[in-house]
């Protein structure tokens, strides 16, 4: 069974709205609200290694899309399968740059492909398709980049209201950095 591995730049009162840039009133909360600090970013690298494919919502590939491909930094990413969660996407795969993404129909489809032989599934940004997951249990495990700010609005990676369980988490990993950054690693414990 391969792991499915929801990822996110998420503020300090749970917001993962925009925080590269987007229509979120403090869009690239990011890179404006804390001071870089490479050392904050290593999980990135290690999930470049880990990742065996990369799972999207519509909305976080229809941003990603359009620009992942053009980057040197995500080769690693660009090369390896690529899959959406989409019922309005027409036909069976979409553009990538010069590759494809495979579109899947449903959560029952992706339980289908966490079932088949490969490794870690990578979910970047799309929160909808994330609270989903987690609803259907089919998140194994969080790796959190908690930013030290506080956005007060926009689109939240736990949402009351959700059909998610009680869910209980193991800390697998933590860090702090000078500038107020965590990282936190939680497996869903079954």
Do not use: C
Request: net charge negative.
């Amino acid at each position: 069974m391969r792991p499915i591995v929801v990822t996110e730049f998420i503020s300090l009162d749970g917001i993962v709205d925009s925080p590269g840039g987007g229509d979120h009133p403090h869009g690239g909360w990011t890179f404006k609200d804390v001071e870089f600090d490479v050392a904050a970013y290593d999980i990135k690298g290690r999930e470049t290694e880990q990742a065996s494919a990369l799972l999207f919502g519509r909305q976080s590939y229809d941003e990603f899309a359009p620009v992942w491909p053009s980057m040197d930094e995500f080769a690693t990413y660009n090369a390896m399968p690529k899959y959406v969660v989409s019922t309005t996407l027409t036909g069976d795969t979409v553009p990538w740059g010069d590759s494809e993404v495979h579109v899947l129909r449903s959560l029952d489809e992706v339980a289908a492909l966490k079932e088949t032989d490969g490794g870690e599934i990578h979910v970047h940004g799309s929160p909808t398709l994330a609270q989903g997951l987690a609803a259907a249990g089919l998140v194994d495990r969080y790796h959190l980049l908690v930013f030290p700010v506080l956005l007060g609005s926009g689109k939240r990676l736990f949402v009351d209201g959700t059909a998610l369980d009680k869910t209980k988490l193991k800390l697998a990993e933590h860090a702090a950095y000078p500038n107020g950054i965590t990282l936190q690693v939680y497996d869903v414990v079954r």
